[in-house]
């Protein structure tokens, strides 16, 4: 009962919302690999979804980077608190070595100034260059030293997924420090399958999460990192309403179960998942399979793929009352206390 009078009681608290850094797009251009990198990008958009994404993003631009609109904007939608991550265009995990440590240091630094104009309601996070494995537990320590939660991660770099071995110092260091991993895949390696009718977002994305997901289960990497706190967004993608697919392959596969003790959906109960997929059924089905308590309030503030009202998102999957609060705010408003 205290649980759930806790869950009640908790802010409303909405844990995908971006911020976009102008600092950071200043600082990368011109530099060698930025061409390259935005050609590949054009390629597995197409042109209508450039055209359509820089339209949208212009008419956002305020509510992506004033704190003042940005509150306003929560205030009509009925939350109290974002945690709020850099927009994944800010990845940039084609830049060398020396570019991607100024990228972190400059991305969690701003992160963490936009958050400061309202400290009690916006919590943040930064990034680690992911390309560049050796940096990723300083980056994640520098963005702890600002005051951020954790960093935000996308679903593989270019030659690692996030199964690579060379991560296991990140996983450890995350978990010694009880930081926040927010997977939020940029890009899908499906390339120009996807380059018409903006599917490289609607099937990409989606497709990413599943695949990193299954990576970090299948490897092993949740069983070595049991206590690692990471949240998936856009419901995990593809991966808990089909988990089912998975767990068939680990009883009957013996090369599905060589690096994973448990039956895959078992780690669903140690994953968090935001709540935005866009389907009432399809987040009845993620609570039921990864359990209410492991579902938190998304909306992809403030992006066109997003929800204007993630809280009637919510309430429209008519959950029991316990699991809508927990999911409104109560699951969140813990996992982002600091002891």
């Known amino acids: 009962m205290k649980t759930q009078v806790t869950a009640l009681n ?7 919302a ?3 850094l102008p600092e950071v797009d200043a600082l990368v ?33 305020p509510r992506l980077t004033d704190p003042g609109v940005r509150l306003a904007a929560m ?6 608190v974002q945690l709020v991550s850099p927009s994944p265009s800010h990845y940039h995990y084609w830049a ?17 100034a936009h958050c400061s104009a309202a400290p009690d309601r916006l919590r943040g996070l930064g990034l680690v260059p992911l390309q560049h494995p050796a940096l990723a537990v300083e980056a994640l320590d520098h963005a702890l030293a600002q005051g951020l939660l954790g960093v935000e991660i996308s679903s593989h770099t270019p030659g690692r997924e996030l199964s690579d071995p060379a991560y296991e110092p990140l996983w450890t260091r995350a978990e010694e420090t009880g930081a926040l991993l927010f997977l939020h895949p940029f890009g899908c390696t499906l390339d120009e399958r996807l380059d ?29 990192h049991p206590a690692l706190k990471l949240i998936a967004a856009h419901g995990g993608g593809y991966l808990p309403t089909h988990i ?6 680990w009883s009957a596969r013996s090369d599905a179960a060589t ?16 709540s935005l997929v866009h389907d009432p059924p399809a987040l009845r089905e993620l609570v039921r399979a990864a359990g209410a308590d492991r579902v938190l309030l998304g909306s992809d503030f403030p992006f066109d793929m997003g929800t204007e009202d993630p809280v009637g998102a919510l309430r429209a999957a008519r959950l029991p009352e316990a699991d809508f609060h927990a999911v409104r705010g109560g699951n969140a408003s813990a996992l982002l206390r600091k002891d």
């Open 75 to 80: 205030d009509a939608q009925g939350v109290d």
């Open 196 to 224: 018409r009718w903006y599917l490289s977002n609607t099937v990409g994305q989606p497709t990413e999460n599943a695949v990193a997901l299954s990576h970090l289960i299948f490897s092993g990497v949740l069983d070595r």
């Open 10 to 16: 908790a802010p409303t608290v909405d844990v995908h």
């Open 29 to 61: 251009e011109g530099r060698p690999g930025l061409a390259e990198a935005r050609a590949l990008e054009a390629r597995r958009n197409g042109p209508d979804a450039l055209a359509v994404s820089g339209t949208m993003v212009r008419e956002r631009l």
């Open 259 to 274: 690096d994973c003790a448990h039956r895959p959906s078992s780690y669903l109960k140690r994953l968090y998942f935001d």
């Open 18 to 20: 971006h911020v976009l």
């Open 244 to 249: 089912g697919r998975s767990d068939h392959a």
């Open 96 to 112: 060398d070595e020396e570019t991607a440590e100024k990228v972190y240091r400059l991305a969690n630094e701003a992160s963490a």
